[in-house]
């Protein structure tokens, strides 16, 4: 982050400035000619969402005006930076919102009137066309998803798959490409400033750091707050401490902070791509997609990578403790900080506002998701009146901040009176739950081999894994009514463990009697019977995810006009994500077990030096070495490449995505 901060103010400033003459940030430290703009109106502008880059409308107003943003160099200074994820990601998360409130400003409007052809063009480059194009990007990714899964149910992907591409062509691996480019402008300036060894250094550390995949899931962030800003508004300032963090963050601030702009759609994505690669896709259609799978792991374990003791076993223990209590509601975790504040006081403090309205993207950083639950805890509680003790007060505030994951879902989720006032968003729950609806039909006709009759008992097999996790939503979510009902809930939720493992195996052993009692069609006997009937198991299960999916699309539309549907869509959203978070937790439960992958994690992800070698003669020895072996791969590789388009070489008989 703060090498990419460098760039920005040295190099990347130099070319705003000449010879594009596009300069409006003006750097670090800020310098303002006070006497130009106090005879101009000053530098103060009406609105801090509009206007939340603040830098950026100074040098719009500068150049409406007449006058120049120029770069003078006279001495380099550090600025402090974040050390970890979360506040990164927030900080991302603000110049995406502040480049969307600029695209719908007035100023960068009147300024485009004004420049001709190519300073308009240098504008784009320069002001938000970066963050756009991560926008446009991104969401390319999710479009692909559903074209491929939906082509491949109408059986029409095999027409539009094209010549079939193997690992030997260039453009399997152009998307590997794209994502290296991006280490490129610091790994240059680093060999500008202090040689070509130490850039080699610094560009192995970030390879073996799994910078590319930190660039995807940052991608990902900016993508989320430019498109979440440009549609509903709502942009906010994030204050960064910039201290030094290596703080461990707990597992129910990561799901805050990154599961409606991160998890949610990589899951989604990931069921899609599996959906077009069944049943009869070409084999070698793997070849072209695997650059997505690859993105939704970056999306679903980036922050597990740059997490302190993410692997470490006794930490995600308590984790998931922390988790689960989360989701049930436990005092001790609503109290969530934001920048010094706990949740409860700041809900205290906030002032009532409309849940009616849309959601305010603020899910960035390692606040988001506390600041999500303090608006919905400010929302529910009601205003004191002057009769009303503090005492009262305090305590309706407490009783509401509690159930912290409830809190949470009733901010980020979109209530009737938001579907009553946009046209847009009604129209775009209908077309995803029509969307959703066709891919679990046709996931089933086809898995029924075409017969258009669903094997119930298959059907009733694979759903039994879910058994448990509906049992312990639903006790999480009766556990606070009232009477016998909600006791007997509770003492449920209390031995969630026990109950999960016991419908777990009963689960199993429903699936095993299905599958061996000739239900299922097949070649094979005894323990292959129930092994080979469990991709035929998981696409039934896919298929009734996307069926629930198409329901909470109704529901949620329907939320304002049948009683009790908002209930039963936090239901099922509440299933969803202990379904998703125990798949997500599973490989990390491996790993940590294991021990090692903890150790490599701190001692390499958490390294000391940014240049990951230090002067010694091993370390120059280590840093030659792999480069040589870099470097050897890759010219080879492209040798090889040169002369099989020459003729020179056969085509490689081996291909390690093949179906």
């Not at 009147?110 to 504008?123: E, F, G, N, V, Y």
Request: hydrophobic share 50%; aromatic share 12%.
């Amino acid at each position: 982050m703060a090498m990419q901060e460098r760039y920005f103010g040295t190099f990347f400033q130099r070319v705003l400035a000449a010879p594009l003459d596009v300069r409006f940030h003006y750097g670090h430290p800020d310098l303002l000619d006070k006497l130009h703009f106090l005879t101009r109106g000053g530098v103060s502008k009406a609105s801090k969402e509009i206007n939340l880059s603040e830098d950026v409308f100074a040098g719009y107003k500068t150049t409406l005006h007449g006058g120049r943003v120029v770069f003078r160099e006279y001495h380099q200074l550090g600025k402090g930076r974040m050390t970890n994820l979360s506040e990164i990601s927030a900080f991302f998360g603000k110049l995406a919102q502040g480049a969307a409130c600029q695209v719908m400003s007035r100023d960068l409007y009147r300024l485009c009137k004004a420049l001709p052809i190519d300073r308009q063009l240098s504008t784009m480059h320069g002001a938000f066309g970066f963050y756009l194009i991560n926008a446009v990007t991104m969401h390319l990714v999710q479009f692909t998803a559903y074209l491929l899964a939906l082509l491949n149910l109408s059986g029409l992907l095999p027409y539009f798959s094209g010549t079939p591409v193997t690992l030997n062509n260039l453009a399997v691996w152009m998307p590997a490409f794209a994502s290296l480019v991006l280490m490129v402008p610091d790994a240059l300036m680093v060999a500008h400033e202090r040689g070509m060894r130490v850039a080699v250094n610094y560009l192995f550390g970030k390879l073996l750091t799994l910078a590319p995949l930190y660039y995807i899931f940052i991608a990902q962030t900016r993508s989320y707050h430019f498109a979440r800003t440009t549609r509903w508004g709502g942009a906010d300032y994030f204050k960064t401490s910039r201290a030094v963090s290596i703080a461990h963050m707990p597992l129910h601030e990561v799901w805050m902070s990154y599961a409606r702009s991160h998890f949610y759609p990589a899951a989604d994505i990931l069921l899609l791509l599996f959906v077009a690669q069944s049943f009869d896709a070409p084999s070698t259609l793997a070849n072209l997609v695997w650059m997505l799978w690859l993105i939704c792991l970056a999306l679903l374990y980036v922050p597990f990578v740059y997490n302190p003791h993410a692997l470490h076993l006794r930490t995600l223990r308590r984790d998931l403790h922390l988790w689960t209590a989360w989701m049930q509601g436990a005092p001790q975790v609503a109290a969530t900080k934001k920048q010094g504040v706990p949740v409860a006081a700041a809900a205290a403090a906030a002032p009532a506002s409309d849940l009616g309205s849309p959601p305010p993207p603020t899910g960035a950083g390692a606040g988001a998701g506390a600041t999500e639950a303090t608006a919905a805890a400010a929302s529910a509680t009601p205003t004191a009146t002057t009769a009303t003790t503090a005492t009262t007060a305090t305590t309706a505030t407490t009783a509401t901040a509690a159930n912290a994951w409830a809190a949470w879902w009733d901010c980020g989720t979109p209530t009737a009176a938001k579907y009553g006032t946009s046209s847009a968003a009604t129209f775009g729950q209908l077309l995803m739950g029509a969307v959703y609806a066709y891919v679990s039909y046709s996931t089933l006709e086809l898995a029924s081999g075409g017969s258009g009759v669903v094997n119930g008992w298959l059907l009733s097999a694979a759903a039994a894994p879910l058994a448990p996790v509906w049992a312990v939503a639903a006790a999480d979510a009766a556990a606070g009514w009232p009477g016998g009902c909600g006791r007997a809930a509770a003492a449920l939720a209390r031995r969630r463990l026990r109950v999960a493992i016991g419908l777990a195996v009963g689960a199993v052993g429903w699936g095993v009697y299905v599958t061996q009692t000739g239900v299922v069609e097949s070649n094979h006997v005894g323990w292959r019977r129930s092994f080979y009937a469990v991709p035929g198991l998981f696409t039934h299960l896919v298929a009734l995810h996307f069926g629930l999916s198409s329901l909470s699309c109704g529901l949620a539309l329907a939320q304002g006009h049948v009683p009790g549907c908002r209930g039963a869509l936090c239901a099922l959203h509440r299933a969803r994500d202990y379904t998703l978070c125990a798949v997500q937790v599973a490989p990390l439960l491996l790993l940590a077990a294991l021990r090692l992958p903890h150790r490599v994690q701190s001692s390499i992800v958490f390294q000391t030096s940014p240049f990951f070698f230090n002067d010694s003669r091993r370390s120059r020895c280590c840093c030659a070495l792999a480069a040589l072996v870099f470097f050897a791969v890759f010219g080879g590789w492209v040798t090889y490449e040169v002369m099989w388009m020459l003729g020179y070489a056969e085509l490689l008989p081996i291909d390690v995505f093949a179906c």
